[in-house]
């Protein structure tokens, strides 16, 4: 008997029945653009082997006008239909089903020559669109007609039309972007023309044994986005049109509430697709933040949709699915939703890969086999380098131990498990201690090696992470002077008042710690939805609540400083970065750059302020945090290379600048699949 009887039930569409209610919803990986359609065809076949019932490409553009970006792949030529009959073909052979995204960008296009209903530029891009004409709209719906068409040619099951996100076909639809007024603009009836004559032209074009997916923003979350009833006359519109199934768009690229980050709740969009429930006939799809099959079950028992949609998932882990089959789910690698080196890689125009999963999008390239010969292989730190490293040799067949000096896996994860906000670490460390018993690890905890402990083996690994860096400011060995590992670790007392030096990934982390009491929001829906103004798209436009964000007021006064005179959080993530200064601001986190340290006293923290020093201020705050970077802890591998022994030295061990979990994860992989 399976725990997941909803999920695993088969659907039958008619023409063609899924095998489960999993959909791979769509991700735009940039491997279509490599050309390299070996590889392309190999991502979707690992996936399709494991299990996704229906995968969704990434958004293939009807036209040139209409992609994200220029050169954006698309299905344009006769030879496009050949390279994606490569990838259908594998999928097929594979026992898949695929359905090719057709996205056109409209005014988000990052191209000069983009277009949209009316020519309003949007914020996220730097190019205003040309407005289309009669002739021009009729061009755009006929090469999207076209796309969908040689999408059948080239074998795919189907095509999700994007209708979401605030793309071209949503962009028709309310009137922060439409101001039209003839037919395409004015009343909703003529403002969804578009989307339902494009799903209707569409069904013509390819018949009736097509999959056709329309996905429909639910809730833009924009105070000019639609209100519900018409989501439920566009969704009866297009399922009357011809679509067989409607998919979930959560939020426009602009708006300014996070739809899909680690700090949204698990889930947290279920309930705005559960509202169109039993209101269409088609089966409805939902998606965001969905990254187990736990909560999938309960979602789809919960009577929120028929259908699941979980995209970043099938990167952290292509088996997803059969490993729930094979009711081994606690061996699935999760994704913790930190868009780290999916979302963060498509925006700065790299290859997606997953932190968690160095091998997702690299199939082709980093493959990890068995060992040839077996060797003992000791690993000093088990932090994400030295777990990854240890998982994946002894996955290969060594006999590996792993130390570490703590009681516990996981380095400094398990400060970042501790941030509000970032509670999917938890998963993380906890899959890692799955994996090593599943792989037969010895793990030995409490243990700070010395070289001498380390003579018993063929190879040896040194990952033994950081130490922070010591600012050196005058003063700073007073007792209010705290480093983050006091604070995130050793939960040392903190004040009302707090400075905290260094605004880098770790100094805004700890200022989310410290302005937070009680429950994290991520794990309390209600209180999430009020802090960041989520309201019904039933009672107001959009879904924005016309209250407005209401976050509980902050635990502590918190300054965070830094010396540089760039805006603080500028290095953050690039999904993300936005999120983790708007949500310091609605604490009233004071955030000040330019900053040069001066002493601490029994007054507070000296500081100025400006290039020229002008401005002087004194913090008089309770306790001062020192985030102040990191630097190697090479003292083992300095102590190893002094008694002759070469170890190799991965994660913080080898690099402190720059260094993420993406980064230590993957170079321990990459070295346990050379070992
Ligand atoms: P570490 O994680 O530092 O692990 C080193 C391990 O070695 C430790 O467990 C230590 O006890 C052990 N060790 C050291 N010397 C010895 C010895 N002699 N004997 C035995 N054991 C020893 N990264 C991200 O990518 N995304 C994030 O969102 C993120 N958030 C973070 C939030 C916070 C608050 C912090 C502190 C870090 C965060 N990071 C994040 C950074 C990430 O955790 C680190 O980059 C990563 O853990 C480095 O991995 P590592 O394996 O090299 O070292
Ligand atoms: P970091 O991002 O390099 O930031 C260090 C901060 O300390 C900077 O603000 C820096 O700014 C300041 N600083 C450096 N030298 C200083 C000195 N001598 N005196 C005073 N201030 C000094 O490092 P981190 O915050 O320690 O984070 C460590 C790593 O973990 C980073 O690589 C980060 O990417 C990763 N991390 C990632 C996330 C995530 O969400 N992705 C979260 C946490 C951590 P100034 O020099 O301008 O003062
Ligand atoms: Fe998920 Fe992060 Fe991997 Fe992206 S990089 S798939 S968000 S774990």
Not at 75 to 84: K, P, V
Not at 88 to 100: F, S
Not at 550 to 578: F, I, M, S, Y
């Amino acid at each position: 008997m399976t725990s997941y009887p909803n999920l695993l039930s088969p659907l039958d569409l008619g023409h063609v029945t899924l095998p489960n209610r999993v959909i791979m919803g769509s991700m735009h990986t940039g491997l279509e653009e490599t050309k390299d359609w070996a590889r392309v065809a190999e991502f979707y076949v690992a996936r399709a082997r494991g299990g996704a019932g229906l995968m969704v490409t990434g958004g293939m553009a009807p036209n040139r006008e209409g992609g994200v970006f220029p050169g954006a792949a698309g299905l344009f030529t006769d030879e496009d239909i050949a390279n994606h009959a490569t990838v259908t073909d594998a999928v097929h052979d594979a026992g898949g089903r695929i359905a090719m995204q057709i996205l056109h960008a409209g005014r988000y296009a990052y191209g000069p020559e983009c277009v949209a209903p009316s020519p309003i530029k949007s914020p996220i891009s730097p190019f205003t669109p040309t407005e289309l004409d009669e002739a021009g709209i009729e061009k755009q719906i006929a090469d999207i007609v076209t796309a969908a068409a040689r999408a059948r040619q080239a074998g795919y099951d189907g095509v999700e039309i994007m209708g979401s996100e605030g793309y071209f076909i949503n962009q028709f639809l309310v009137t922060h972007t439409n101001k039209r007024t003839d037919r395409w603009g004015g009343p909703y009836e003529n403002r969804m023309r578009l989307p339902v004559e494009v799903v209707r032209r569409v069904r013509d074009a390819v018949g009736d044994d097509f999959i056709v997916i329309y996905r429909l923003s639910m809730i833009d979350l924009l105070p000019e986005g639609s209100t519900f009833d018409e989501v439920v006359q566009l969704a009866r519109a297009v399922e009357a049109a011809g679509a067989d199934i409607i998919n979930t768009g959560i939020g426009w690229h602009e708006a300014r509430v996070p739809t899909i980050v680690t700090s949204v709740p698990r889930a947290g969009f279920a309930w705005v697709t559960k509202k169109l429930m039993g209101k269409v006939g088609v089966p409805v799809v939902t998606s965001n933040r969905i990254n187990t099959p736990e909560v999938a079950e309960e979602l789809l028992a919960d009577g929120c949709a028929d259908l699941i949609s979980m995209a970043r998932p099938f990167l952290a882990d292509a088996d997803f699915v059969a490993k729930a089959e094979a009711g081994r789910a606690e061996t699935i690698a999760p994704c913790i939703a930190c868009n780290q080196a999916c979302l963060d890689h498509t925006f700065s125009g790299k290859i997606s890969t997953c932190l968690v999963n160095p091998q997702a999008c690299h199939e082709t390239e980093l493959v990890i086999t068995p060992t040839q010969q077996a060797k003992r292989i000791g690993i000093v730190g088990a932090g994400p380098a030295g777990l990854s490293a240890a998982m994946t040799a002894a996955q290969r067949g060594h006999d590996v131990t792993l130390f570490d000096r703590e009681p516990r896996i996981g380095g400094q994860l398990n400060m970042a498990r501790a941030i509000p906000g970032k509670e999917e670490f938890d998963g993380l460390v906890d899959w890692y201690q799955t994996m090593l018993a599943d792989h037969g690890v010895t793990l030995r905890l409490g243990q700070a090696v010395e070289p001498g402990g380390l003579v018993d083996f063929d190879e040896v690994v040194v990952a033994t992470g950081v130490l922070p860096r010591d600012p050196g400011i005058p003063g700073q060995d007073r007792p209010n002077v705290l480093s983050y590992v006091d604070v995130l670790k050793n939960r040392a007392p903190v004040g009302r008042r707090v400075a905290i030096v260094g605004a880098g990934g770790i100094g805004f982390d700890v200022a989310e710690f410290l302005v937070h009491e009680g429950d994290s929001p991520t794990e309390n829906l209600a209180e999430w939805k009020a802090e960041w103004g989520v309201g019904d798209p039933a009672d107001a436009r959009g879904g924005l609540a016309p209250e407005g964000p209401q976050p509980a007021p902050p635990a502590r006064q918190v300054t965070l400083l830094q010396r540089k005179a760039e805006r603080p959080g500028k290095r953050l993530g690039k999904t993300t970065g936005w999120i983790h200064r708007l949500s310091l601001r609605m604490k009233q986190v004071e955030m000040l750059s330019g900053v040069t340290y001066h002493g601490i006293d029994e007054e507070g923290l000296h500081i100025t302020l400006g290039e020229d020093a002008a401005e002087g201020r004194c913090l008089q705050v309770d306790t001062i945090v020192l985030c102040a970077g990191q630097l190697s802890d090479r003292r083992l591998a300095e102590a190893l290379e002094a008694r002759g022994t070469a170890p190799h030295v991965i994660g913080g061990a080898d690099v402190a600048a720059e260094l993420d979990a993406k980064r230590a994860i993957d170079q321990g992989t990459r070295l346990a699949a050379t070992l």
